[in-house]
């Protein structure tokens, strides 16, 4: 059932977050915004429609209750017919388990076509997160996303099976109610519709003050589930700094902002509510004084006063009910706004035509190449410098690259950009002569695996997590293959082996397991191109090493980019590419650049830029090219062979995305 709207607009609505409470899309009103909700209800609109038509009908069928009275007190009662009594008494006993049959059989319509339009909903809005590009989830709180497609999705099913139905059938009602008075008697008749005047003004002010405080609480909430969830993931991190107390305050005052504005919402529906009751119980009185004087003068027979204050009262409860359909209404519209906040972000394309500009002829264009590359942030303030520019550089078939550069250079976002978690701002990447951007994301991706610094791990079994990189189908023997790859042979060790559930996050595992397990997903599949950003960077050294011999075999058959911080991590690269200042800076051995580039050896030993403090003596100064290949790590060597690493292995990782290092930005 193709049930989801296309986007209506580029991908530049700001989230709740960054926005002033309270407000929405600027003069878009609630009757339009709900409109927006056609494309689901579609589907279903025949059934709807047939259960409002059932409810009008209930709601008339009360009305002919009066009309009944009317009979029975002029005829029957006036001419002391018993037996009419009681055949008048029949009738309002069948008028009335009609009517309950009725609105009955309308619940029973709407409940499953519904449950199954909030059902096609959530599932259209879980899409559309998983196509949505990387840049969206980083300004995005993931509790804002969560309560829009829980609190905001049950507020719109609710909407849809009784406030739409009833804003109709109310109004019906009132008409035709209206209608039976002033034929009944036009004098009461005026009377009664005297306070119509003023519940619309006063409907009106009510329906733009109650929007106002439904967004600032929908918007509260997310930020209260934000709260949570990161206090559930982070909880390690809160416990061992003693940071419960803060945690807890901060949510008590989130809650009582939250409480504040709840009670603003009921203090105005109180407050209409009030008024609503008030002013149709006036006229009603009013009604039965002038009825009375009349009926007492003989202008007015007993059973039509009856008949015309039964009508009153019938229609008292569509009347009272205004203010909180409208409420709920409001609540609904504003749910709506939310929900389409992020279904109208453009999504990731699955290709893009290639750049057209003239390029260079290239012999060879296999591997991986960077031509021109330049890249700034979306959200990067107007006129600030990129911060990779004009980045040019070739790693050809089956050789490893080493990328190295200082904190905050871009190497983390340079190798994101290879399988298209960031879009290139400028220039293109070729793999084996191919234009990634003209790529279907499907194919790119099965052709490029990723392993994070921060790896994320699923609430599933160690071999699910493991088996999601491959993507073609594997065997046994594939899963053993890479969990030998990455020296994570503790998987046999777990309670049910490679089917233990590794939980929320992975968090029952240390920081070099995950690591580890991250790795096997990036190479079970096979891949022909391998990113990895730092993978080692929580092993211990013995694992490092046994990880690094088992690796040069998979990166001798595959092309790889790493990203390194050690000279461990670079020796297992053919060469090494040194990014500095959002530029390739030098490129060569391990070895050619330590002669030839100070900035790559200050990097690679640990000594200060020039003008900063020198480390102590005993650091034993810069790395020489004569040191051996594989430079001693004394501080290293004193780690357990697997550390907890508890304050990294607390942090929440959250979704998969390529910036694991926030200075890389």
Not at 334 to 363: G, Q
Not at 524 to 538: K, N
Not at 571 to 586: K, Q, Y
Request: hydrophobic share 45%; charged share 20%.
């Amino acid at each position: 059932m193709a049930t989801t709207p296309a986007p209506a607009e580029e991908f530049t609505e700001r989230p709740a977050a960054d926005r002033p409470e309270g407000t929405g899309p600027a003069g878009r009103s609630a009757v339009r915004t709900l409109l927006r909700l056609w494309p689901y209800v579609r589907p279903v609109r025949a059934r709807l429609s047939v259960a409002a038509f059932i409810a009008i009908v209930a709601s008339c069928v009360g009305l002919v209750i009066p009309l009944v009275l009317k009979w029975m007190v002029d005829g029957p009662v006036a001419g002391h017919d018993t037996g009419g009594v009681w055949r008048g008494a029949l009738y309002l006993l069948l008028l009335g388990v009609a009517e309950a049959l009725l609105f009955g059989l309308r619940r029973w319509l709407v409940a499953r076509p519904l449950s199954r339009v909030e059902a096609e909903m959530r599932a259209s809005l879980y899409r559309h997160l998983q196509r949505l590009p990387v840049a969206f989830h980083d300004r995005w709180a993931s509790g804002q996303l969560l309560s829009r497609a829980t609190t905001d999705l049950m507020l719109l099913r609710q909407f849809l099976a009784f406030p739409l139905t009833f804003l109709l059938v109310n109004g019906v009602t009132i008409l035709v109610g209206v209608v039976i008075m002033l034929l009944q008697d036009w004098t009461l008749g005026l009377v009664m519709l005297a306070p119509a005047v003023p519940l619309v003004v006063l409907s009106a002010l009510f329906e733009k003050r109650y929007a106002h405080a439904a967004r600032q609480a929908q918007d509260q909430v997310g930020d209260l589930t934000t709260v949570v969830e990161e206090s559930v993931l982070g909880i390690r991190v809160i416990k061992g700094f003693g940071r419960h107390r803060s945690q807890a305050r901060a949510f008590r005052e989130l809650s009582a902002t939250l409480r504040g504005t709840e009670l603003r919402k009921a203090r105005l529906l109180a407050a209409v509510w009030a008024v609503i009751m008030t002013l149709p119980e006036v006229a009603i009185g009013a009604t039965l004084v002038v009825g009375a004087v009349r009926v007492a003068d003989h202008a007015l027979s007993a059973g039509t006063l009856v008949a015309f204050l039964s009508t009153a009262l019938a229609l008292r409860w569509p009347v009272e009910s205004i203010g909180f359909l409208l409420a709920m209404s409001q609540e609904a519209a504003t749910a709506t706004e939310r929900y389409f906040e992020a279904m109208d972000a453009v999504p990731e394309s699955a290709s893009k035509p290639a750049p057209t500009e003239s390029r260079p002829a290239v012999a060879d264009e296999g591997g991986l190449r960077f031509e021109g590359v330049r890249f700034r942030h979306p959200d990067a303030p107007p006129g600030s410098p990129p911060l990779l520019d004009r980045v040019d550089l070739r790693i050809r078939p089956g050789e490893s690259m080493a990328l190295v550069g200082a904190t905050g250079s871009g190497k983390t976002t340079l190798t994101a950009l290879v399988p298209r978690l960031h879009e290139v701002t400028e220039g293109r990447i070729t793999l084996d002569g191919r234009d990634i951007a003209a790529l279907p994301r499907e194919e790119l991706r099965a052709l490029v695996a990723v392993a994070f610094e921060e790896p994320t791990l699923f609430s599933a079994s160690v071999g699910d997590n493991v088996l999601m990189g491959a993507g073609r189908s594997v065997d046994a023997g594939d899963l053993d293959r890479a969990l030998a790859v990455a020296q994570a042979d503790f998987a046999y060790a777990l309670p049910q082996g490679t089917d233990t559930q590794v939980g929320e996050q992975g968090l029952s595992l240390s920081g070099g397991q995950r690591q580890r397990l991250a790795l096997a997903r990036a190479v079970v599949g096979r891949p022909r191109f391998l990113i990895l950003d730092d993978p080692l960077s929580a092993l211990d050294v013995h694992t490092e090493a046994a990880v690094e011999a088992a690796l040069r075999q998979v990166l001798a058959g595959t092309t790889a980019l790493i990203v390194a911080h050690r000279p461990s991590t670079v020796l297992l690269a053919d060469r090494v590419a040194l990014l500095s200042g959002g530029r390739i800076a030098a490129v060569g051995t391990h070895h050619e650049l330590l002669r030839t580039s100070d900035e790559y050896a200050r990097l690679m030993s640990g000594a200060p830029a020039h003008g900063e403090p020198g480390p102590p003596e005993e650091s034993g100064g810069p790395v020489r090219p004569e040191e051996p290949e594989r430079p001693a790590e004394p501080a290293k060597s004193a780690e357990p062979a697997k550390p907890a690493e508890p304050a990294k292995s607390a942090m929440p990782a959250g979704p998969a995305a390529p910036e694991t290092e926030g200075d890389d930005r």
